[in-house]
C-alpha cells in the first residue's frame, strides 16, 4: 500500500455510492483526492450488507447512477430489484470504468479530523496512522453504515456463531440442518427470514416491532421495456428529480377519508399490486398527515396478513399496530408473510416477552428459552448520525461535532454544519436522503458540493462555513415540516429511537427533493446565502536565491 500524499486538496471518507460520484465529480474540477475506506474494497452498503435475500427496495433501473448517459446505455440490470450480488458488480464497474479506485485507502478508516484554522485546512488521521492535510473534507460516510448491535445480556457467552447483517460474511454462511435465531424485522429481517427458513431446520423469529412490508413482484427485467426506458433515459432521470421521493409516481388527489369504500380499496389494491415501496404511501394524500385516513391504509396492510397468514393468532402478532402505516420505513418483501406458514418457522413476541439474555446455547426471554445454534441479528443501524460521530471532529475554537450535537444533529441543509468549515455531509441529517431514492440524493448533493468548490477555487477564498443563524432556521424548518406529519409519532430510527439515550430528533428532511433541491439551488445562485468565507492568505513569498 502506498503512503497517502501528505497535502490534497480534499479527502473524501467513504466509497460508497456517494464517495466514488465525490471522486468522479471533484476530480474532473482538477482537485488533487486521498479517498479513506473501511471496506476492503469499493460499494459501501452493498459491500458490507451481504445476507441471504439482500436487494434494494427502489427498482434498479431507478437505484443507479444517472451521470453518465454512457454508463446509463451500457449497464444493463437483470431484474426489477436487483440482488445485493448484481449491485455490487454495478458499483465495481462503475469504479473501473472511471478509475475511481487510485486515489483510494481501503481497509483504512478515519478516526479523526481537525479544523486547522492558522492552515484553513482539516487535519485528518486515520487508524493507520495516516496524517493527511486537506482543505476539504468530504463526509461519505452513509445513512447506514455504522451497524448497530442490540444491547442484550450474554452475548459473549454464545456457544454458536452470530451474524449481523450489515456486517455479513463474505463467504456466505450455510444453515443448512441449524436451529438459527433471527432479531429483528426492519427491512434486512424481512428480507433475509423467507430465504433463511428455506434452508436452516428451524427458524425462530424474535420480534419486538411487526413492521408494515409489501410484495414487491420482483421479476427477470423484459428487454423491450429496458430498451423503451434507455431510449427516454434522459427524460426519465429528469422526471425523477422532479418528483418527490426521487421516483416517478403520481402524486394522489384524494384524501382516503373523502372517496367511499369501495374505491378506497379499489385503490390501494392497485398500489399493492404495483409492487412498489412509494405506491402504497402515495396512494391517498392524507395518510402520512391524518390518523385516521392512515388507519384505512394500516387496516388494509393487516387484513392482507390475514388472507396470507394461516393461524390467526399469528397473523394477528404480525400485524403492525404500534406506529401509522409509512412512519417506519415500510418494507418490500418475497413471500415474507407466506413464511410464517411453514412448520420450521416460529415466531415470537419479544414486545410482551421481552429477551432477558443470550445464553451459551439460546436466547431466553422472560418466559421462555429457545435452542439455536446460530443468531442473525438483523437489528439495524445507528443511522444518520452514527457514522459522523463515530470519528473525533473537531471545528472551529476546539468544539467538537460530538458535543455540537448533543442533542441532536444541527445541519445547514443537510449538508454543512457551523463551525466546521469546509466540511460537506453528502446526505447528512436535515436533508431528503433516507425517505427518497438515495441515488437521486447523492447526485444532487455531490453536485452541490462540486459547485461551492468550483465558486470557492475560482474567487480565492480559503473556506466556506454556514452561519449558526441559517442553520438555526434551517433546523426549526427541518422540524416544523416533520411535526406536519405522523412521522414523529413512531418509535423509528428516523427518530434515533432504536439507539437507547440517542436524541429524539426527526434526522431526515421530509419536503421532499423538489422544494429541498430549489432551496439548495437558491442558496447557491444567492452566493451562498447563509454562509461566509474566509478569503485565501496570501501565498508565502518565494525565498530568495541570492
Ligand atoms: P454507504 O454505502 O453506507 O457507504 C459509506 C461508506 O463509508 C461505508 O463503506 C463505510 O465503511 C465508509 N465509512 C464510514 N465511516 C468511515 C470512516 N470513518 N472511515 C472510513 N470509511 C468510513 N437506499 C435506496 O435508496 N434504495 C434502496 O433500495 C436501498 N436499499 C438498501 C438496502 C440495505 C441493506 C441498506 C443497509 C441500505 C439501503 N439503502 C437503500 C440505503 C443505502 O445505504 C443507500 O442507498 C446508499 O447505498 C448509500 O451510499 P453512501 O455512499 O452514501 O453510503
Ligand atoms: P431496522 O429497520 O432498524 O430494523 C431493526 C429491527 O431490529 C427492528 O425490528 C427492531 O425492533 C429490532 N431490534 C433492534 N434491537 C432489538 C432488540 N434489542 N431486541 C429485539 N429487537 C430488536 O434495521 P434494518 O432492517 O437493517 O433496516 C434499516 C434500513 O436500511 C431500512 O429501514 C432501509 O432504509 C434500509 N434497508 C433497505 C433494504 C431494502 O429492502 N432495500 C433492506 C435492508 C435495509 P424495533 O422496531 O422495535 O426497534
Same mark, same amino acid.
Given at each position: 500500500?502506498?503512503?497517502?500524499?501528505?497535502?490534497?486538496?480534499?479527502?473524501?471518507?467513504?466509497?460508497?455510492?456517494?464517495?466514488?460520484?465525490?471522486?468522479?465529480?471533484?476530480?474532473?474540477?482538477?482537485?488533487?483526492?486521498?479517498?479513506?475506506?473501511?471496506?476492503?474494497?469499493?460499494?459501501?452498503?452493498?459491500?458490507?450488507?451481504?445476507?441471504?435475500?439482500?436487494?434494494?427496495?427502489?427498482?434498479?433501473?431507478?437505484?443507479?447512477?444517472?451521470?453518465?448517459?454512457?454508463?446509463?446505455?451500457?449497464? %444493463?440490470? #437483470?431484474?426489477?430489484?436487483?440482488?445485493? @450480488?448484481? $449491485?455490487? +458488480?454495478?458499483?465495481? !464497474? =462503475?469504479?473501473?470504468?472511471?478509475?475511481?479506485?487510485?486515489?483510494?485507502?481501503?481497509?483504512?478508516?478515519?478516526?479523526?479530523?481537525?479544523?486547522?484554522?492558522?492552515?484553513?485546512?482539516?487535519?485528518?488521521?486515520?487508524?493507520?496512522?495516516?496524517?493527511?492535510?486537506?482543505?476539504?473534507?468530504?463526509?461519505?460516510?452513509?445513512?447506514?453504515?455504522?451497524?448497530?448491535?442490540?444491547?442484550?445480556?450474554?452475548?459473549?457467552?454464545?456457544?454458536?456463531?452470530?451474524?449481523?447483517?450489515?456486517?455479513?460474511?463474505?463467504?456466505?454462511?450455510?444453515?443448512?440442518?441449524?436451529?438459527?435465531?433471527?432479531?429483528? %424485522?426492519? #427491512?434486512?429481517?424481512?428480507?433475509?427470514? @423467507?430465504? $433463511?427458513? +428455506?434452508?436452516?431446520? !428451524? =427458524?425462530?423469529?424474535?420480534?419486538?416491532?411487526?413492521?408494515?412490508?409489501?410484495?414487491?413482484?420482483?421479476?427477470?427485467?423484459?428487454?423491450?421495456?429496458?430498451?423503451?426506458?434507455?431510449?427516454?433515459?434522459?427524460?426519465?432521470?429528469?422526471?425523477?428529480?422532479?418528483?418527490?421521493?426521487?421516483?416517478?409516481?403520481?402524486?394522489?388527489?384524494?384524501?382516503?377519508?373523502?372517496?367511499?369504500?369501495?374505491?378506497?380499496?379499489?385503490?390501494?389494491?392497485?398500489?399493492?399490486?404495483?409492487?412498489?415501496?412509494?405506491?402504497?404511501?402515495?396512494?391517498?394524500?392524507?395518510?402520512?398527515?391524518?390518523?385516521?385516513?392512515?388507519?384505512?391504509?394500516?387496516?388494509?396492510?393487516?387484513?392482507? $396478513?390475514?388472507?396470507?397468514?394461516?393461524?390467526?393468532?399469528?397473523?394477528?402478532?404480525?400485524?403492525?399496530?404500534?406506529?401509522?402505516?409509512?412512519?417506519?420505513?415500510?418494507?418490500?418483501?418475497?413471500?415474507?408473510?407466506?413464511?410464517?406458514?411453514?412448520?420450521?418457522?416460529?415466531?415470537?413476541?419479544?414486545?410482551?416477552?421481552?429477551?432477558?439474555?443470550?445464553?451459551?446455547?439460546?436466547?431466553?426471554?422472560?418466559?421462555?428459552?429457545?435452542?439455536?445454534?446460530?443468531?442473525?441479528?438483523?437489528?439495524?443501524?445507528?443511522?444518520?448520525?452514527?457514522?459522523?460521530?463515530?470519528?473525533?471532529?473537531?471545528?472551529?475554537?476546539?468544539?467538537?461535532?460530538?458535543?455540537?450535537?448533543?442533542?441532536?444533529?444541527?445541519?445547514?441543509?443537510?449538508?454543512?454544519?457551523?463551525?466546521?468549515?469546509?466540511?460537506?455531509?453528502?446526505?447528512?441529517?436535515?436533508?431528503?436522503?433516507?425517505?427518497?431514492?438515495?441515488?437521486?440524493?447523492?447526485?444532487?448533493?455531490?453536485?452541490?458540493?462540486?459547485?461551492?468548490?468550483?465558486?470557492?477555487?475560482?474567487?480565492?477564498?480559503?473556506?466556506?462555513?454556514?452561519?449558526?443563524?441559517?442553520?438555526?432556521?434551517?433546523?426549526?424548518?427541518?422540524?416544523?415540516?416533520?411535526?406536519?406529519?405522523?412521522?414523529?409519532?413512531?418509535?423509528?430510527?428516523?427518530?434515533?429511537?432504536?439507539?437507547?439515550?440517542?436524541?429524539?430528533?426527526?434526522?431526515?428532511?421530509?419536503?421532499?427533493?423538489?422544494?429541498?433541491?430549489?432551496?439548495?439551488?437558491?442558496?447557491?445562485?444567492?452566493?451562498?446565502?447563509?454562509?461566509?468565507?474566509?478569503?485565501?492568505?496570501?501565498?508565502?513569498?518565494?525565498?530568495?536565491?541570492?
Amino acid at each position: 500500500m502506498t503512503e497517502p500524499p501528505a497535502h490534497v486538496d480534499a479527502v473524501v471518507v467513504g466509497a460508497g455510492f456517494a464517495g466514488l460520484y465525490a471522486h468522479h465529480r471533484l476530480r474532473r474540477l482538477g482537485l488533487s483526492i486521498q479517498g479513506f475506506e473501511g471496506a476492503a474494497d469499493v460499494g459501501g452498503t452493498w459491500w458490507w450488507n451481504r445476507y441471504p435475500g439482500a436487494r434494494c427496495d427502489v427498482e434498479s433501473m431507478d437505484y443507479s447512477y444517472s451521470f453518465s448517459d454512457e454508463l446509463e446505455q451500457e449497464w %444493463t440490470w #437483470s431484474e426489477r430489484y436487483a440482488t445485493q @450480488p448484481e $449491485i455490487l +458488480r454495478y458499483v465495481n !464497474h =462503475v469504479a473501473d470504468r472511471f478509475d475511481l479506485r487510485r486515489d483510494i485507502q481501503f481497509e483504512t478508516r478515519v478516526t479523526a479530523a481537525t479544523w486547522d484554522e492558522d492552515a484553513q485546512r482539516w487535519d485528518i488521521v486515520t487508524d493507520r496512522g495516516d496524517r493527511v492535510s486537506a482543505q476539504f473534507c468530504i463526509m461519505a460516510t452513509g445513512c447506514l453504515s455504522e451497524a448497530k448491535q442490540p444491547e442484550i445480556d450474554g452475548i459473549d457467552t454464545f456457544g454458536g456463531e452470530i451474524f449481523h447483517t450489515g456486517r455479513w460474511p463474505h463467504e456466505g454462511v450455510d444453515f443448512s440442518g441449524l436451529r438459527v435465531g433471527v432479531i429483528g %424485522t426492519g #427491512s434486512s429481517g424481512i428480507q433475509s427470514i @423467507p430465504v $433463511i427458513a +428455506r434452508q436452516a431446520a !428451524h =427458524v425462530t423469529v424474535f420480534q419486538r416491532t411487526p413492521n408494515f412490508t409489501m410484495p414487491a413482484k420482483n421479476a427477470p427485467l423484459d428487454p423491450e421495456a429496458i430498451r423503451a426506458r434507455k431510449a427516454r433515459a434522459r427524460e426519465h432521470r429528469q422526471a425523477m428529480r422532479e418528483s418527490r421521493a426521487g421516483v416517478v409516481v403520481p402524486m394522489p388527489e384524494d384524501s382516503a377519508l373523502r372517496v367511499d369504500d369501495e374505491a378506497r380499496e379499489a385503490q390501494f389494491e392497485k398500489a399493492w399490486e404495483s409492487g412498489t415501496l412509494y405506491g402504497m404511501v402515495a396512494a391517498f394524500n392524507d395518510l402520512l398527515v391524518d390518523r385516521d385516513a392512515n388507519d384505512t391504509a394500516a387496516e388494509y396492510v393487516r387484513a392482507r $396478513i390475514r388472507e396470507v397468514v394461516e393461524d390467526p393468532e399469528v397473523a394477528e402478532r404480525l400485524s403492525p399496530r404500534n406506529h401509522p402505516f409509512g412512519t417506519k420505513r415500510p418494507c418490500l418483501d418475497t413471500e415474507y408473510y407466506a413464511t410464517y406458514n411453514r412448520d420450521n418457522v416460529t415466531l415470537v413476541d419479544v414486545r410482551s416477552t421481552p429477551i432477558v439474555a443470550i445464553t451459551p446455547t439460546g436466547i431466553r426471554t422472560e418466559t421462555d428459552e429457545f435452542a439455536v445454534d446460530a443468531i442473525v441479528f438483523a437489528t439495524g443501524f445507528d443511522a444518520m448520525t452514527g457514522p459522523l460521530l463515530r470519528p473525533d471532529i473537531t471545528g472551529v475554537g476546539g468544539m467538537t461535532l460530538r458535543d455540537k450535537w448533543a442533542d441532536g444533529p444541527r445541519t445547514y441543509l443537510g449538508i454543512a454544519t457551523a463551525g466546521f468549515p469546509n466540511f460537506f455531509t453528502i446526505t447528512g441529517p436535515g436533508s431528503p436522503s433516507v425517505l427518497v431514492n438515495m441515488l437521486v440524493a447523492i447526485e444532487q448533493h455531490v453536485d452541490w458540493v462540486g459547485d461551492c468548490i468550483a465558486y470557492l477555487r475560482a474567487r480565492h477564498l480559503a473556506s466556506i462555513d454556514a452561519t449558526v443563524e441559517a442553520e438555526d432556521a434551517w433546523v426549526d424548518h427541518v422540524n416544523a415540516v416533520a411535526n406536519l406529519t405522523l412521522f414523529p409519532t413512531a418509535n423509528s430510527w428516523y427518530m434515533g429511537a432504536n439507539v437507547p439515550g440517542k436524541p429524539r430528533v426527526f434526522m431526515p428532511y421530509i419536503g421532499g427533493l423538489p422544494r429541498y433541491t430549489e432551496t439548495c439551488d437558491a442558496v447557491a445562485a444567492d452566493d451562498y446565502r447563509g454562509f461566509t468565507f474566509s478569503p485565501a492568505s496570501a501565498p508565502e513569498p518565494e525565498p530568495s536565491r541570492s
